[in-house]
């Protein structure tokens, strides 16, 4: 995983984040990756209709970009506020797929070029 807070090895440490492992503990975020995530399927609807209606993303070559959007979004959606954007719930799994994206740098090229992207749109640049 890119971002180190979502490698529960690394938990392991910090006194503070025992806790987390030991009585599951979910723990609001900035960001979740795309690794493994569960939406509320109402926002999950709203989200991915506006995400997927930019040609330019669904036409790209990865998908850099709306995992950096999704919790910020969650967060404006929730009319009451009363929910957090996103929780990393601390669940430790075993990633068995030994395939990897080749990842040069034509690849991280376009990867950036899908953030800016989003960071550049009207809309999903404020999330």
Known sequence: ???????????????????????VV???????????TLFD??????FFRQ????PEFIAGSNSWGPDYLWCQAAREWDDDGDRPGCYLVPLVSSHENS???????AFVAKGHENIDRFKNHPK????
């Open 51 to 54: 995400v997927l209606s930019m």
């Open 26 to 36: 979910p723990t609001e975020v900035p960001l979740l990756e795309m690794y493994f």
């Open 99 to 105: 395939q990897q994206i080749e990842k040069g740098d």
């Open 1 to 23: 995983q890119y971002f180190q807070f979502h490698e529960a090895h690394e938990w392991f440490h910090y006194d503070w984040s025992s806790r987390l492992i030991t009585e």
């Open 124 to 127: 999903f640049g404020k999330w």
């Open 41 to 46: 399927a109402e926002f999950a609807r709203y």
